[in-house]
């Protein structure tokens, strides 16, 4: 019930756009984004709901495809700052494990000067 | 306004020894989890709560045992350590879910090895 996260590497230059991508078996009721730096806690970035509603950060956009149960993550004008390793949660819509999230395997972001 | 506390930060243990990693929250937040994060491997859900007195497994539970006695604390328990549970640990919180998840709050983890 892992989703699966691409790619598992990106490295790009700062002001370079990127995108990552998470998908999953399940039918899915919400994606989580969360963003990782080397030796911290993972911190909260986005969640989208089905239905369409979206909260999260001001700078890092996301879609999520409800049909193709997939979510994809957009850092555009990339900066310094958004190195890290991205993780995507996925909930799928069973009762009783409402909330439980399964995480991906990450995908890891550096930005060069 | 602490946030997720975790204790303590670094431990060594031998095989076979007993361990009780400690998790508070002051956010009154009902859904507490515990996570193993290894190398390549992402976060794994190991217990969860969604309440005090409620508890239930998730993808990698065996080993650990939890209990949630009061809303705040969420402590994990390791039976017999073997060297499959070096890691790191991660707890998480976030309020309580009425049809949905809601954003975790991570604590700052424990990062423990079994010799």
């Known amino acids: 019930q892992q989703p699966v996260q691409s790619p598992q590497a990106v490295i790009l230059r700062e002001g370079e756009d990127a995108v990552i991508n998470c998908s999953s078996s399940?039918?899915?009721?919400?994606v989580h984004w969360y963003r990782q730096k080397h030796g911290e806690a993972p911190v909260f970035l986005m969640i989208?709901?089905?239905?369409?509603e979206q909260k999260g950060h001001e700078k890092i956009s996301a879609s999520f495809n409800e049909k193709k149960q997939q979510s994809s993550l957009y850092l555009t004008a990339s900066q310094l700052s958004y190195s890290g390793t991205y993780f995507c949660?996925?909930?799928?819509?069973?009762?009783?494990?409402?909330?439980?999230?399964?995480f991906g395997r990450g995908t890891q972001l550096t930005v060069w000067p | 306004n602490a946030g997720v506390t975790q204790t303590p930060k670094f431990q060594v243990l031998k095989t076979g020894q007993s361990m009780t990693l400690q998790c508070a929250q002051d956010?009154?937040?009902?859904?507490m989890s515990w996570y193993r994060q290894d190398p390549g491997m992402g976060l794994r859900l190991i217990h969860y709560?969604?309440?005090?007195?409620?508890?239930d497994q998730g993808e990698v539970p065996n080993g650990y045992n939890v209990s949630r006695s009061t809303t705040e604390d969420f402590p994990l328990r390791l039976l017999s350590a073997a060297p499959s549970q070096t890691s790191v640990y991660f707890c998480?919180?976030?309020?309580?879910?009425?049809?949905?998840?809601?954003?975790?709050?991570f604590g700052p983890g424990t990062r423990l090895t079994v010799t």
């Open positions: 998480a919180s976030s309020k309580k879910t009425s049809g949905r998840a809601y954003e975790q709050y």
């Open positions: 399940k039918a899915l009721y919400s």
């Open positions: 989208l709901l089905k239905g369409g």
């Open positions: 949660g996925t909930e799928d819509h069973r009762g009783s494990t409402l909330g439980r999230l399964y």
């Open positions: 956010m009154n937040h009902e859904y």
């Open positions: 709560s969604v309440g005090a007195g409620i508890t």
